[in-house]
T-cell receptor, first 112, second 113 residues
Framework: DAKTTQPTSMDCAEGRAANLPCNHS???????VYWYRQIHSQGPQYIIH???NNETNEMASLIITEDRKSSTLILPHATLRDTAVYYCIVRGASGGSYIPTFGRGTSLIVHP | DGGITQSPKYLFRKEGQNVTLSCEQN?????MYWYRQDPGQGLRLIYYSQIVNDFQKGDIAEGYSVSREKKESFPLTVTSAQKNPTAFYLCASSRQGFMGEQFFGPGTRLTVL
């Protein structure tokens, strides 16, 4: 599975857009980009995923560059409850199994 | 409600004792996973199972054991051989052979005294 690189921490003002970058320069053609977030002392929560087209759901938008080597998760109107650690992972096949690998993620702090 | 449950939320054990963490899901998922998380760290994969009666070691399987006798259950035993067992343990499930998301349980915080 391809590895990802994310900034250790970011901050954002409440009500503004939070843009979280992720580099995955070794991603292969059949690997998807997934985003999860983890609020303190809870299990991670799925946010969104995509292959090569931009995706949007009720939680966020995912922008994937044309070469697929990086992506950005966008929280359009961040709230205090969006303060969490955000994980960008890529998932591919390894012997027929999908084994996601979570790094340290980006700690997003939303301030008033 | 469909979901994945872990119990207990907090667990205390004396050093040298084996302890089993429970993980149950009613999502009809084939695949289940166990992760360990230490303070300020990401998630590290301990074991995973893609189907009943089959499981594979992850990155840090030493000192742990699992079983998968039923589709909905994937208990993790932390043995006395695990040198530093105090951590936050997370169980997850996903559909087999499908690029779907993982669903995580609320976690069990194990403290070994």
């Amino acid at each position: 599975d391809a590895k990802t690189t994310q900034p250790t921490s970011m901050d954002c003002a409440e009500g503004r857009a939070a843009n979280l970058p992720c580099n995955h320069s070794t991603i292969s053609g059949n690997e998807y980009v997934y985003w999860y977030r983890q609020i303190h002392s809870q299990g991670p929560q799925y946010i969104i995923h995509g292959l090569k087209n931009n995706e949007t759901n009720e939680m966020a938008s995912l922008i994937i560059t044309e070469d697929r080597k990086s992506s950005t998760l966008i929280l359009p109107h961040a709230t205090l409850r969006d303060t969490a650690v955000y994980y960008c992972i890529v998932r591919g096949a390894s012997g027929g199994s999908y084994i996601p690998t979570f790094g340290r993620g980006t700690s997003l702090i939303v301030h008033p | 409600d469909g979901g994945i449950t872990q119990s207990p939320k907090y667990l205390f054990r004396k050093e040298g004792q084996n302890v089993t963490l429970s993980c149950e899901q009613n999502l009809n998922h084939d695949a289940m996973y166990w992760y360990r998380q230490d303070p300020g760290q990401g998630l590290r994969l301990i074991y995973y199972s893609q189907i009943v009666n089959d499981f594979q070691k992850g990155d840090i399987a030493e000192g742990y054991s699992v079983s998968r006798e039923k589709k909905e259950s994937f208990p993790l035993t932390v043995t006395s051989a695990q040198k530093n067992p105090t951590a936050f343990y997370l169980c997850a499930s996903s559909r087999q052979g499908f690029m779907g998301e993982q669903f995580f349980g609320p976690g069990t915080r194990l403290t070994v005294l």
